[in-house]
């Protein structure tokens, strides 16, 4: 008579758990001959919620644009993004008229100040995070800045990604 055996034992491994996701935000920016095209994703994440939101800003937004104009897009921190947009768009109205060197200074010296007085807020390493990348539009040219947290450097090539 024939015996039955049990099937040999195969362990199966436990499945390891995938990690925590981290919150990504989508920025390229493609410079071209006499203007900028700005990319970006539209969906944000707060706490549990996903909500469709711009992450690209323009000013001034009525106004002709051949008297020089700002795009900003940017990820990290959204409140503080909206703080320093705020900021860079007062900064230019004081410079005069529309000049790229100009401009560009303006919001560099805007951008240092407001890190250095809203930074101290904060404990060590709890300020908030942001990646901006600027694009200057003025009746001399296109320029492209990218700033990242307290830093800001200038963007010559024809390609500027911000990843956050």
């Known amino acids: 008579m024939l015996a039955l055996k049990p099937l040999p034992h195969i362990p199966h491994p436990k499945p390891r758990r995938l990690s925590r996701r981290k919150y990504v935000t989508q920025i390229a920016t493609f410079k071209c001959k006499n203007s900028v095209v700005l990319c970006a994703d539209s969906q944000e994440t707060r706490a549990s919620f996903k909500i469709r939101i711009s992450k690209i800003a323009v000013w001034p937004k009525d106004e002709p644009w051949h008297d020089g104009r700002l795009a900003f897009a940017g990820a990290g921190d959204g409140a503080f ?77 024809k390609e500027c990604r911000s990843r956050w």
């Open 81 to 157: 993004i909206d703080h320093l947009v705020s900021e860079m768009t007062k900064a230019v109205q004081g410079a005069g008229e529309p000049d790229l060197d100009s401009w560009e200074e303006a919001i560099r010296e805007r951008l240092i100040s407001v890190h250095e007085r809203f930074w101290k807020i904060y404990p060590k390493g709890a300020q908030p995070m942001t990646s901006l990348i600027i694009a200057i539009s003025t009746p001399n040219g296109v320029r492209l800045l990218k700033s990242e947290g307290r830093s800001e450097e200038r963007r010559v090539g």
